[in-house]
């Protein structure tokens, strides 16, 4: 085709059209490109990049932080004493109340000066029971949470006090020989404290009447001849521990004068596991409530009659309805 469009043009012939002529020509062109030799240029390779004389990854210099300063400790003393207490003078306070606060440190030299105050609350602090010990009226002491672990009462401290709470917290079991030093201590509470012994001799404790021991993990007989040795002990509460009987040899041992004790949401699953109540001649409230040998909240009738129709023991065998919001 292409030398038969020469030929025509070398005769003179004239192309039918403008289009013809320029289609002739690239085809033209064309040819000649594929006849002509092609060279291909390449860029020379690049240099190698010289080796570093030092490591690439240079070892990270220490970060040389500030000290991060402690967080001051709050302190109980006479002033804060006073704003609780909504007084002027130590002498016209009778309440404190100071739950939660985190109080760490007492100015105990403060607390002599509050020669009227009966009842103190610091619950949820962490306050030791041996900063508090020379408050000369103080009858009740709430120190529930406060991370306590030992116990010290100072010689001649705590000459009134009645009423103490020590719940919620890590008590060792001999901490609780310590308490001996409270002549008039009368009510102790003690529940939530993971105990799992205690001291073979309470006897120490001579004035203690009512003891609550709840959510804890005592139960076996090592535990009940332990109590059996508290001499005025009159209110026993036990619940939500780990008892699955009760030891004839603790009963008939001790417990002369107890007249309520609560094994509510406890192990016991035989009428029979109680028949060492029966050598507790003083009893006369005892909370069963929440153990698997009653049976939708209700005793035998034998078990009734005899503690119940025969002894004067009120029973708890369903649990109190809960409190009002």
Do not use: W
Not at 284 to 310: C, D, I, R, W
Request: overall charge negative.
């Amino acid at each position: 085709m292409q030398s038969s469009s020469r030929d025509r043009t070398a005769r003179g012939l004239k192309a039918h059209s403008s289009v013809a002529t320029s289609a002739l020509q690239a085809l033209e062109q064309r040819d000649s490109a594929l006849r002509a030799t092609r060279t291909l240029e390449l860029e020379p390779p690049p240099q190698p990049v010289p080796r570093r004389k030092r490591p690439f990854i240079r070892p990270i210099a220490p970060v040389h932080l500030p000290a991060i300063k402690p967080e001051p400790q709050i302190v109980l003393d006479g002033f804060v004493m006073l704003e609780a207490a909504r007084v002027e003078d130590p002498v016209e306070a009778d309440r404190v109340v100071l739950e939660g606060c985190g109080i760490s440190a007492v100015v105990e030299e403060d607390l002599a000066y509050f020669t009227k105050l009966t009842h103190l609350d610091l619950g949820d602090n962490q306050v030791q029971l041996a900063t508090l010990a020379f408050m000369p009226a103080l009858q009740e002491l709430h120190l529930d949470c406060n991370g306590l672990v030992n116990l010290v009462c100072p010689d001649g401290g705590f000459p009134k006090l009645e009423v103490l709470n020590l719940s919620f917290n890590g008590l060792a079991p001999q901490a609780l020989l310590a308490l001996a030093q409270l002549p008039m201590l009368r009510e102790l509470d003690v529940s939530m404290n993971k105990l799992s012994s205690l001291p073979s001799d309470l006897s120490s404790l001579a004035s203690l009447e009512r003891l609550n021991a709840d959510k804890n993990l005592l139960g076996t007989e090592a535990h009940f001849l332990s109590l059996a040795t508290l001499p005025q002990l009159r209110a026993l509460s036990l619940a939500d521990n780990r008892i699955s009987e009760l030891y004839a040899s603790a009963t008939e041992r001790g417990f002369a004068q107890l007249a309520s004790l609560s094994l509510a949401n406890n192990q016991i699953a035989e009428e029979a596991a109680l028949l060492p109540l029966l050598h507790l001649e003083a009893l006369s409230t005892l909370l069963l409530y929440g153990n698997p040998f009653l049976h939708h909240g209700k005793a035998s009738k034998e078990f009734v009659e005899v503690l119940q129709t025969q002894r004067g023991v009120a029973l708890g065998t369903t649990p109190p309805p809960p409190p009002p919001p």
